[in-house]
């Protein structure tokens, strides 16, 4: 198993900056896909950002693109992403997971189903 706590939360005035953060236990973090979701109330859970194995290959949606940016640091089994420009529709609680999967496919690490393990989230409100 890969436990995930997220951390890094808050509340910040729209155009302002948080960094989320996710620590993962087990000695198998590095054969992890890592990605970053949100839900919003009354929405369903949607994709923001994924990572690969290495950090060498990311992806975001569209709706954070140039602004988000996913990263993992393997030594220290962490994955943060860092938002910058925030705007009201940001507000969500945000979510790390980890997928056990062979291969880095936008047709795979969008899908919240893909995941294999979660955090318990951590709350961004955004205020205008």
């Known amino acids: 198993q890969v436990p995930l706590v997220e951390s890094g939360g808050g509340l910040v005035q729209a155009g302002g900056s948080l960094r989320l953060s996710c620590a993962a236990s087990?000695?198998?973090?590095?054969?992890?896909?890592m990605g970053w979701f949100r839900q919003a109330p009354g929405k369903e859970r949607e994709f923001v950002a994924a990572i690969d194995w290495s950090g060498g290959s990311t992806d975001y949606a569209d709706s954070v693109k140039g602004r988000f940016t996913i990263s993992r640091d393997n030594a220290k089994k962490m994955v943060y992403l860092q938002m910058n420009s925030l705007k009201p529709e940001d507000t969500a609680v945000y979510y790390c997971?980890?997928?056990?999967?062979?291969?880095?496919?936008?047709?795979?690490?969008?899908?919240?189903?893909?995941?294999?393990?979660w955090g318990q989230g951590t709350q961004v409100t955004v205020s205008s």
């Open positions: 997971a980890a997928d056990r999967g062979t291969y880095f496919s936008r047709r795979y690490y969008q899908t919240p189903m893909e995941y294999d393990y």
């Open positions: 087990g000695r198998t973090f590095s054969s992890y896909v």
